[in-house]
Every structure is written in structure tokens, then in C-alpha cells.
């Protein structure tokens, strides 16, 4: 889970960057339902994660435990969806959360 809240706030930083208009015209962008469609065919991959930015763009982690590719996403609500980053070694993970009191 840390893993994955690490990479989500990754992307949520590169997506900021990527959406400047001087890089929103190299972004590969398409509807929704494109995106979501061409990961699943061509890299076995599905949502993972999802979650609603500042700017209330919804973030989505699209990933294969089988290959270990992962991407994440950006969509906006009057817009397209982008690609915001890809890679691999995917890794889902589930970490319980640090005992923060000292008395216990």
C-alpha cells in the first residue's frame, strides 16, 4: 500500500507537469473508456487504485500483477483522459499502518 500511495503521488505530481499547456499537446489523451480499453488489450492491465486530485481530476493506477506493467492516469471532469506515467515491477501491497502511540 505504501508502494502504491508512493507511485500514486508520484503520478499526481507528474500529472501537474504534464498538463502545462506547453506539454498538454504531447499527453496522449483519448475518452475514458479508450484508455481503459487499450490497457486492458495490449498490457493485461486494470485498475488498481483510484482517487480524486485537488483540482478534483480523478487519478487512476491501471496495473498487471501478471507482467508487473503499471500505468497511471489523469482525467479531469470537463475532459479526456491522459497518460500521466507508465512503467513496471508493479508490486500490490497491503502494509498495516505504523503504531503511532507511545503507549501502546
Do not use: Y
Not at 33 to 59: C, K, M, P, Y
Request: proline share 5%.
Amino acid at each position: 500500500m505504501n508502494k502504491q500511495l508512493l507511485v500514486l503521488s508520484f503520478g499526481i505530481g507528474i500529472a501537474f507537469f504534464a498538463l502545462k499547456p506547453a506539454q498538454a499537446q504531447t499527453t496522449p489523451c483519448a475518452t475514458h473508456e479508450a484508455i481503459v480499453a487499450h490497457l486492458a488489450s495490449e498490457f493485461g492491465e486494470t485498475r488498481q487504485s483510484i482517487g480524486l486530485a485537488a483540482d478534483n481530476s480523478v487519478v487512476e493506477v491501471f496495473a498487471s500483477e501478471e507482467t508487473g506493467s503499471w500505468t497511471i492516469t489523469m482525467t479531469t471532469a470537463d475532459g479526456p483522459t491522459c497518460l500521466v506515467a507508465a512503467g513496471q515491477a508493479f508490486q500490490n501491497e497491503h502494509n498495516a499502518l505504523p503504531n503511532f502511540d507511545p503507549e501502546a
